[in-house]
């Protein structure tokens, strides 16, 4: 084994330097696309191997005592900055800083954290933000495993929520953050699109309410943004005044639907203290998973593209479809005030929409039943196109009033479009509909 692997492989102190990244060119800075085949890896660390193996290891062995003393100040935040090496595998690894590295890169963030699950993520950014007493203010709706973490179980350790609609003016949310600011306010925490409505959030806003009623010191509540749906190809919250985007990376950045992951993305000070938290309770995703990541990540600006031009085309046939009541895509939107959210925020309508049939539970599941090349599935981002039906499935337990107000009616179909080619897609959906 090289000097190089092995420095590689147990991150002993000192750690051999990866050869520098290229960033740019004659004074052009490479776009993520082109990044996403090389940044953050140095082959010749790894016997020159093209791609990183998979680094299946516990633990990462010390060069000297002094050494692992050095790590553990910089793990347990004795001495700022983190960890300098590797130390082992619940706080770090090559495979996920690899991944962090080129997670950050699509929104120019400073730093990026990856974990096992989406709501892991989710979970562990709250629990390092919030303490009894504290009040967290959201926009709704939110996917619903986190509206559940938000109410019930940190209801459970004395922290309170305030919400405001999705689709709130910069009145509404003053009205809801002044209300919330009478207590302490340790989190703004926002999703949008929201699931399962598409409903779309001013972040702009958002950020100038904060700033007005909290001020934009290192004291004021960072907002937070569950950016799934668009990002981070079509929606890159952090220029809009977001301060953490938080993914489950299982739906558009895995897009291969046969992972589970999530992460979280912004300023390094925000990020560190997440890290900790993250450090201390293991939430943080596998080599094997991180290493799959690296490899979705490579198509990532493709995949979401056709995805998204697929998605056009299908929404087109399905608007003007005589079964069809209304098809709630973000590209149809026209002239209200979410139109106008769309366009300071997004550039891209993503491929997931709902899909409204004339009539009730019977006709959706009729239609539902019948596609041969779209399958029946919940989740979303993947590859392959996918219905579900949220009233019975997703959305069963909601009781019937919330799911009035949130427009989730028994005629709703969830689609999300994959990159097969768009006119099997729409043959697909036209036998379907002839089948209701
Ligand atoms: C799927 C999803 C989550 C949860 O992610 P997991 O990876 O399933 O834990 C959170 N937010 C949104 C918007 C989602 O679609």
Redesign the pocket.
Known sequence: MTKETEAQLTGATPRRKPKPDIDTIGGRRLKPATLMMGHGYDPMLSEGSLKPPIFLTSTFVFENAAAGKRHFEGVTGKRPGGAEGLVYSRFNGPNQEILEDRLSVWEDAEEALTFS????A?ATLLLATVKPGDTIVHSGPL?A??ETLIARILGRFGVNFLDFPAGATRDEIDAVMKKAAEGTVSLIYL?SPA?PTNALVDVEAVAASRDAIFGNGPDAPPIAI?N??LGPLWQQPLKHGADLVVY????YAGGHSDL???GVVGRKALIDPIRLMRNTIGTITDPNTAWMLLRSLETLELRMTRAGENAAKVCAFLRDHPKVEHVGYLGFLAGDRQADIYRRHCTGAGSTFSLFLKGGEAEAFRFLDALKIAKLAV??GGTETLASHPAGMTHLSVPEERKKALGITDNLVRISIGVEDADDLIADFEQALAAV
């Open positions: 699950s989406g709501m892991s989710i996917y495993a986190t999703e699931n569950d799934t749906f489950s990376l299982t739906k589970v992951a999530g989740s979303l």
